[in-house]
């Protein structure tokens, strides 16, 4: 019972290099997310998905690119790495039904760390 | 907008202490309340919830009621242990959010003393 897979666990990137961050569900969920968690500021949506080509921006978006494929995968890009995009980033899923008073389910977290 | 305030923290107890961190949030109509917990090195899971005004959550000991008259959920701990050292999180599911997406507080660090 994998639940939300996250890829890679820790990352360094250098400023302006590139990357994607991984996110599976295997729970047959519509709704994605992604979120990033700074020290003491709780989380902040980045992106979010209600379904299979369906995205849309969160609260902090800039310097971040997201793709939904299928219904398992939800890739986070991002593009031109900067300092500010240091943080923990979590993907998280929760289902269709039910899904005003229906938990999200949470990843292990990806620490990215742009130096 | 939906918005979330938790207590300031870190807080610190002995073991065998009355735990208390607070909430409270604003929202249009009757969101969805959530406690989540984070253990070191790990991701978030669910402590408990509650989906309508006076419901109780509870799990492992800890208890939250939904207060719409405060707009509060508070969570409540009569004994802490160790093992109970994480990062709380407070969060709601707003009706009309789009996306039904949680806005979370800014977490409590608790940390348990033997």
């Known amino acids: 019972n994998a639940g939300v897979t996250q890829t890679p666990k820790f990352r360094i990137l250098k400023i302006g290099q590139s990357m994607t961050l991984q996110c599976a569900q295997d729970?047959?969920?519509?709704?994605m997310y992604w979120y990033r968690q700074d020290p003491g500021m709780g989380l902040k949506l980045i992106y979010y998905?209600?379904?299979?080509?369906?995205?849309d921006k969160g609260e902090v978006p800039n310097g971040y690119n997201v793709s939904r494929s299928t219904t398992e995968d939800f890739p986070l890009r991002l593009e031109l790495a900067a300092p500010s995009q240091t943080s923990v980033y979590f993907c998280a899923s929760s289902p269709r039904e039910g899904v005003w008073n229906t938990e999200a389910f949470f990843g292990q977290g990806t620490r990215l760390t742009v130096v | 907008g939906d918005s979330v305030t938790q207590m300031e923290g870190p807080v610190t107890l002995s073991e065998e202490a009355f735990l208390t961190i607070n909430c409270t949030y604003t929202?249009?109509?009757?969101?969805?309340l959530f406690w989540y917990v984070q253990y070191p090195g790990e991701g978030l899971q669910l402590l408990l919830k509650?989906?309508?005004?006076?419901d109780k959550g509870s799990n492992k000991g800890f208890e939250a009621t939904y207060r719409k008259e405060t707009t509060s959920f508070h969570l409540e701990k009569g004994s802490v242990q160790v093992s109970d050292s994480a990062v709380y999180f407070c969060?709601?599911?707003?009706?009309?959010?789009?996306?039904?997406?949680?806005?979370f507080g800014e977490g409590t660090q608790l940390t348990v003393n033997p």
């Open positions: 509650a989906t309508k005004a006076d």
């Open positions: 929202a249009t109509g009757y969101p969805s």
């Open positions: 998905s209600v379904g299979a080509g369906i995205t």
């Open positions: 729970m047959n969920h519509n709704y």
């Open positions: 969060a709601l599911k707003g009706i009309e959010t789009s996306g039904s997406r949680l806005t």
